[in-house]
């Protein structure tokens, strides 16, 4: 866990699991500033996914303490209990709002903490530009929404063994989730580019390899032309036509998540020459 000193900024690495339940007095190595510092003891895992009634959902398939489980659904707020929260294992949603699943990946990385990533798709639709995943950003492993019932204790078991869940029977997801709910808030034209952010970012985890390949050889959106097509066709289902005549949104889409992938990778290739 990476703890902040209040005073000068300067960050902190403590032992969670060590500390978890336990009130501490911490004193900055770099300032000498004292701090008094809570390790919560509950969370041991975090669902972090842009829609509510999915992380209700997971909520209701676990017989246990529900404080065991944080939710959330944004990158903003995902950072700030992975930062303060013993977290054992986190379910992410490849579009959440506020940051690419990547991007979460390589901060938790980065810091070195020993968290199991299960990612899970943004837009329910069984067959739509799917396949199996050959690269998962360096998560762990995914899960597709309707497989959630009977596959997520199971894995969360084989990922965190020490954890205490139990499945209890429901109806299917694939009864419950029919379809990403939109802001009913925004216009046409806002309502398009969240679509096509969430149908890019269900895009980009099924075909990584192929993004990743398209951003070196420049040849991204014709590399990626059926799927992208077939996002179109989505998009189609729930935006007016006259709006979808205005710009070509699922490419706009890919275009700002190929911008970071891309931002990405260079740092990845600095690391390593560095």
């Known amino acids: 866990m990476i703890i902040a000193c209040p005073k000068c900024q300067k960050k902190l690495r403590i032992d969670a699991a060590k ?6 007095s911490l004193t900055c190595r770099n300032c000498t500033q004292n701090f008094p510092f809570v390790v919560h003891a509950s969370s ?24 065991e489980i944080l939710t959330c659904n944004d990158a903003d707020t995902a950072r700030q209990y992975l930062g303060c929260h013993a977290v054992s294992a986190l379910l992410l949603d490849v579009a959440l709002p506020g940051a690419f699943p990547f991007q979460l990946i390589e901060e938790i ?45 199971p894995l969360l078991h084989e990922l965190v063994p020490e954890l ?3 499945s209890k029977p429901c109806c299917a997801m694939s009864d419950k989730v029919k ?81 970071a992938r891309e931002r990405e990778l260079r740092a990845g290739e600095e690391d390593c020459h560095g």
């Open 164 to 166: 205490s869940l139990k």
């Open 179 to 259: 379809g990403r709910a939109l802001p009913v808030d925004a216009d046409a034209r806002q309502q398009a580019e969240e679509l096509s952010r969430l149908l890019i970012a269900d895009i980009a985890l099924y075909h990584q390899e192929q993004i990743d390949l398209g951003i070196v050889q420049k040849d991204l959106a014709t590399r990626l032309a059926s799927q992208l097509e077939e996002g179109r066709r989505m998009l189609a289902c729930r935006i007016p036509q006259a709006e979808l005549d205005r710009q070509d949104y699922i490419l706009s889409a890919l275009e700002c998540f190929a911008t």
């Open 44 to 67: 041991k895992v975090l669902v972090a996914h842009g829609e509510p009634e999915v992380c209700q959902d997971i909520l209701d398939l676990c017989c246990q303490d529900l404080g």
């Open 109 to 153: 990385q980065r810091r070195g903490e020993s968290i199991k990533i299960i990612l899970l798709p943004s837009v329910y639709n069984r067959t739509a530009y799917k396949r199996k995943p050959s690269s998962l950003y360096g998560a762990d492993a995914y899960l597709e929404l309707h497989h959630l019932p009977d596959r997520l204790i």
């Open 19 to 24: 500390y978890a339940g336990k009130n501490l």
